[in-house]
């Protein structure tokens, strides 16, 4: 295993716990951000998905190109293989990480993301959202945004349930599209 890059000021900001809280209740409109996106010149607002689509946010755990979170990666690639049933249910999956953009394009080339790839390296907005942070990486969620900007699912991480799955995400689309 490879472990350079791992001990970062990134690891050293986010190493003490802090449990994931729920910020938002289902029906509030989420607070807005901006975040560059891997191959894109321009970066990804949230807002500018309001009146075109549903959006799936996914925060996930990695912690360097070589190593990722061992609950998230399974999450990951079950994410990347539901990706077009997402976009047939006319949702966008945003899917944000903490790593640097360097790191940010070997992840986004070695697991052939076809979704946006979001890079939040100072993890303001996974603080912004309240995901929580454990042992040097803020820990995954995942929120789901109808049409007007509104929450209407949202999971917060726990030893129990760490990611929600993409089934259960899908499902969550489907109830938001309505």
């Not at 959006?55 to 070589?66: Q, S």
Request: aromatic letters at 12%; proline letters at 6%.
């Amino acid at each position: 295993m490879d472990f350079r890059g791992v001990i970062s000021q990134r690891f050293v900001k986010n190493f003490l716990p802090l449990p994931a809280l729920s910020k938002f209740r289902v029906g509030q409109t989420l607070p807005d951000f901006e975040l560059s996106v891997v191959g894109q010149r321009a970066p990804i607002q949230l807002s500018n998905y309001r009146q075109r689509s549903v959006v799936v946010i996914v925060f996930t755990r990695i912690f360097t190109e070589k190593q990722y979170c061992p609950f998230c990666y399974p999450h990951i690639v079950s994410m990347v293989v539901a990706y077009k049933k997402f976009a047939q249910l006319g949702a966008e999956v945003l899917m944000i990480t903490s790593t640097d953009m360097r790191q940010s394009k070997i992840v986004h080339s070695d697991l052939g993301l076809e979704m946006p790839l979001l890079v939040d390296p100072d993890c303001s907005v996974f603080r912004q959202y309240g995901t929580g942070q454990a042992l040097g990486a803020p820990l995954p969620a995942q929120f789901v945004v109808d049409r007007s900007g509104r929450l209407t699912f949202q999971h917060l991480f726990s030893f129990a349930h760490p990611n929600a799955s993409s089934e259960r995400l899908l499902w969550a689309v489907h109830n938001a599209s309505r």
